[in-house]
C-alpha cells in the first residue's frame, strides 16, 4: 500500500500529519511572493517540512486509512509500518527516495534525514486554482528634448529667450488702452446676466411646480381606480416561509473557466447531486459545489462517500 495518497490528503487540512516510526510532515502558510529580478508573481501556499524526532502515532493517519479502504484501525496501522519498512530499505540501498506530490527524502553524510518539498501541488484550499505568473516590467519613455535644449545648448535658450522679450512686451503696452474698455464690459454683461437668469429661474420652478400637480393628480385618480375595482370579499392570507440555512458545503472545484465550471455542473447534476455554482469569487475563479448541508454531520457522511471517487473533494464550512 501506498500511504503518500493519504499523507498528501490530509495536508489540504491538517498542518501536521505523522507517520508513525519514521517522521512527520508538517505545513506552514507562506504568504504571496514577489520575485523582482524575474518579475514572477507567487500565490499564497502551504510550504511542507519535515521533523524525524515526532513519530509517535497521533491516529490520523491510520483512521483516514481505515475510513478510505474500508478496513480496520489496526490493519491500517500494520500497512503503515509495512510501509515505513519499505522505505527505510530504500533509504539504505539508495540513499533517497521521492513521495509523490510531497517532496524527496534523502540521508545525509551524517545519516540524517534530509528532505526538499515538492513544489508541483499547494496545499493552501484558499489558493485552489492560482497559479504564478510572470508580468514583463512596464517600460517608461522620457520624453528629454526640451531638456536638452537648455541644459545641452544653453547659449540657443538665452537667444529664443531674447527673441520672445520684445514680442511680449508689444503686446502688453497695446492691451493695456482696451483693458478699462473690457472692464466695463465686462460688468454689465454680468449684471444682465443676474436678472436674466432670475427670470429662468421663476420660469422653471412654475413649470415643474405645474407638472407635479398634474402627475400627482394621475396617480391619486389611478389609486381610486384600483380600490374601487378590488373585491373585499377574498379574505386576507399570511404565509409563513421558512428559510433553512445551508452552512457546510462540499467543494468539487474552482475554475478559471466558466464553461468548465458548467460542465462539471452538469456533470454533478447527472450523477444525481443536488450540485450549485456559486458566483465567481474575488480570484476570478468560478466555483462548483456537490452539494450544501445544514448539519456537520450530514457533510461529513457525504464528504466519505465522494472520497471514494474524488479524493480532492473537501469541506467549506461558510454562509453562503
Known sequence: ??????????????????????????????????????????PPKKVISFNAQVKNNDGLLANHIAQIEKTSYESAVAAIESEVVI????????????LKNIGELSLNAEKNLVFTPSDHVNYLKESFGLNSFVSPAVKREQYQQQAEIFYQEPEAAAEIQTAQTPVIELATKKGRGYLKYAAILVLALSATGSIGFKLYQDHVAEQTLLVETQVQKKVQDK??????????????????????????????????????????????????????????????LYPVLYGSYATLEEARAALDTIHQSNPDAWLLVKNL
Open 87 to 98: 522505505w527505510n530499505s530504500i533509504l539504505e540501498v539508495n540513499q533517497r527516495f521521492a
Open 1 to 42: 500500500m501506498k500511504i503518500e495518497q493519504y499523507i498528501s490528503q490530509l495536508l489540504y487540512r491538517h498542518q501536521c500529519v505523522t507517520v508513525p516510526g519514521f517522521g512527520a510532515f508538517l505545513t506552514e502558510i507562506q504568504s504571496a511572493q514577489l520575485h523582482e529580478s524575474t518579475h514572477s508573481f507567487y
Open 223 to 284: 389609486i381610486q381606480e384600483a380600490t374601487f375595482m378590488m373585491d373585499h370579499s377574498i379574505p386576507a392570507v399570511t404565509l409563513t416561509v421558512r428559510e433553512e440555512k445551508f452552512t457546510y458545503h462540499i467543494m468539487a472545484g474552482a475554475f478559471r473557466n466558466q464553461a468548465n465550471a458548467e460542465n462539471i455542473y452538469n456533470n454533478l447534476i447527472e450523477s444525481g447531486y443536488k450540485a450549485r455554482r456559486i458566483a465567481q469569487n474575488k480570484h476570478g
